[in-house]
C-alpha cells in the first residue's frame, strides 16, 4: 500500500536510482499543480535524459510511470504509485512492470 509523503518530507531534489538492467540513474523530483514530477538528468535506452520518469498525485502518491523501447520508441505511461520509506529513501512501483529504490543524492 503506497505511503503518504508526511507534510514535513520535502523530496525536492536530485536521486539516484538503482535502474535493473540498466545502472543508477539521477533524477531530479520537483512539485508541480500537487503531482510529484520525476525527470531524468542521466537517461538509459530506452527513457532518456530529459524526460519523465514517473509522476504521482503529492497527497495520495497514486501516480503512473514511463515505459518505452529501446530507442524511446512507443513511450506509453502505466498506472504507478509511490511510495516514501524515509525522507532519504523512496520507491517507485511500475503496475506489472517492476520498482526503483531511490536514495537522496547528497
Not at 529501446?70 to 529513501?89: A, I, W
Amino acid at each position: 500500500m503506497p505511503t503518504s509523503p508526511s507534510p514535513s518530507i520535502r523530496l525536492e531534489g536530485e536521486w539516484i536510482g538503482d535502474y535493473h538492467g540498466h545502472f543508477e540513474e539521477v533524477i531530479r523530483i520537483d512539485l508541480m499543480q500537487g503531482q510529484w514530477v520525476a525527470t531524468k538528468i542521466t537517461g538509459d535506452e530506452n527513457v532518456p535524459a530529459g524526460e519523465v520518469t514517473w509522476r504521482a498525485d503529492a497527497t495520495t502518491c497514486q501516480g503512473e510511470g514511463q515505459i518505452a523501447g529501446q530507442g524511446f520508441t512507443e513511450p506509453r505511461f502505466v498506472p504507478g504509485h509511490l511510495e516514501v520509506l524515509s525522507p532519504d529513501r523512496i520507491v517507485f512501483h511500475w503496475k506489472d512492470v517492476g520498482q526503483v529504490e531511490y536514495r537522496r543524492d547528497d
